[in-house]
């Protein structure tokens, strides 16, 4: 009895209160609030836009129309090449940016070059170069390379940066900076 008179009187202050196996939250005012109301964990207000202050997933995370007002960053994995593992693909595992250590100048001969196993349409993949020139080569070059890029080849020397989009079972070149 005393949950229901609570209730009540959370709906006359304009609280609606819900719950349900997986969500707890309350309506306060025009947005549904999750978490504390003056530090809340999500909102969504009477657009339908959701406000989210930590966001992390740990597989395949999808949205549309989605906008950042804080800074993001993605720690670097390494991916360290040698004349040995010229021919091995890169699995990305999770990470967007992969800094390309090489032993020594190199050209791949990997097939794919990056791994498609894992991947999901409109993944992005940022390549960073090392101390030492990795050179990609293109799908028309190196048949089975599985990259769509801008030239038939592209060579990752120190801070040379290019980022890529999966798509159609294709690594396809968004830009490339020869820094």
């Given at each position: ?7 009540m009187a959370l709906c006359v202050m304009g609280f ?164």
């Amino acid at each position: 009895m005393k949950k229901v008179i609570a209730i009540m009187a959370l709906c006359v202050m304009g609280f609606v209160p819900f719950a349900s196996a997986r969500t707890v939250g309350v309506v306060y005012g025009d947005a549904l609030v999750i978490g504390d109301i003056e530090a809340p964990v999500a909102s969504i207000g009477t657009s339908g836009a959701l406000s989210v202050a930590s966001l992390s997933a740990t597989g395949a995370l999808s949205m549309a129309g989605v906008t950042n007002t804080g800074a993001v960053s993605e720690t670097p994995n390494t991916a360290s090449y040698s004349s040995i593992g010229i021919s091995t693909s890169i699995t990305p595992t999770g990470k967007a940016f992969i800094v390309l250590n090489a032993s020594g100048t190199l050209t791949s001969t990997a097939t794919p070059f990056i791994s498609t196993t894992s991947a999901v349409s409109g993944q992005v993949l940022t390549l960073m170069g090392g101390a030492n020139a990795v050179t990609l080569q293109d799908n028309g070059t190196l048949s089975g390379s599985l990259l769509e890029l801008g030239s038939t080849t592209r060579a990752l020397g120190a801070g040379d940066i290019i980022r890529l989009r999966y798509y159609d079972g294709k690594w396809w070149e968004e830009s490339f900076a020869n820094n």
